[in-house]
């Protein structure tokens, strides 16, 4: 499976986009870049995901580079509630494996 | 839309018994569902894959007799934590696939939708 980088933490002011970068340099043709996140104590959330094209959804922005190497996910006006841990997964087949994602703090 | 429930949310019991946690996708129906653990400060990580009417499998080092898996139904799966013991207790969640007659134009075949979670603590 591709592995992913993501950076360990990020702060973000509130009413401000969050931009959260995952490389995925190892990535092949037929994975998935997805996304999720985990609030404390809950289970993971889906936000959204892609192949190659950019993605938008009610939720979030998922930007993927040309070359796949790399995505970011884009929240728009990020708010208070968006505090939690963020999960930048390469998909190959059924099973998802999490590594230890960005936790992004929103800041009042 | 894409809704997973767990039942209980929370449990504590005793060091030997058994627990039983279901898992239920609400709004769809779902032939695989999975199972993840996740210790405090730690990431998930897959236990099994339960496939409806089929035995489930396994990760490396997940002892199938100790968790017992059952999927029964379309919308029911169940992990049984069978003589749980205090290195049980953690965050169990699952997760459920959208079979594809059922989805809703809101939900992906491809995507997991993950229930909220059983914290188990064993005395």
């Known amino acids: 499976d591709a592995k992913t980088t993501q950076p360990p933490s990020m702060d973000c002011a509130e009413g401000r986009a969050a931009n959260l970068p995952c490389n995925h340099s190892?990535?092949?043709?037929?994975?998935?870049v997805y996304w999720y996140r985990q609030i404390h104590s809950q289970g993971p959330q889906y936000i959204i995901h892609g192949l190659k094209n950019n993605e938008t959804n009610e939720m979030a922005s998922l930007i993927i580079t040309e070359d796949r190497k790399s995505s970011t996910l884009i929240l728009p006006h990020a708010t208070l509630r968006d505090t939690a841990v963020y999960y930048c997964i390469v998909r190959p087949h059924e099973k998802l494996t999490f590594g230890t994602g960005t936790r992004l703090t929103i800041i009042p | 839309g894409a809704v997973v429930s767990q039942h209980p949310s929370r449990v504590i019991c005793k060091s030997g018994t058994s627990v039983k946690i279901e898992c239920r996708s609400l709004?769809?129906?779902?032939?695989?569902m999975f199972w993840y653990r996740q210790f405090p400060k730690q990431s998930l990580m897959l236990m099994a894959t339960s496939n409806e009417g089929s035995k489930a499998t396994y990760e490396q080092g997940v002892e199938k007799d100790k968790f017992l898996i059952n999927h029964a139904s379309l919308t029911l799966s169940t992990l049984t934590v069978t003589s749980a013991h205090p290195e049980d207790s953690s965050f169990y969640i699952c997760?459920?696939?959208?079979?594809?007659?059922?989805?809703?134009?809101?939900?992906?075949?491809?995507?997991?939708?993950f229930g909220p979670g059983t914290r188990l603590t064993v005395l």
């Open positions: 997760s459920a696939r959208p079979q594809g007659r059922s989805v809703q134009k809101y939900a992906s075949t491809d995507t997991q939708y």
């Open positions: 709004d769809f129906q779902a032939t695989t």
């Open positions: 190892t990535i092949s043709g037929n994975e998935y």
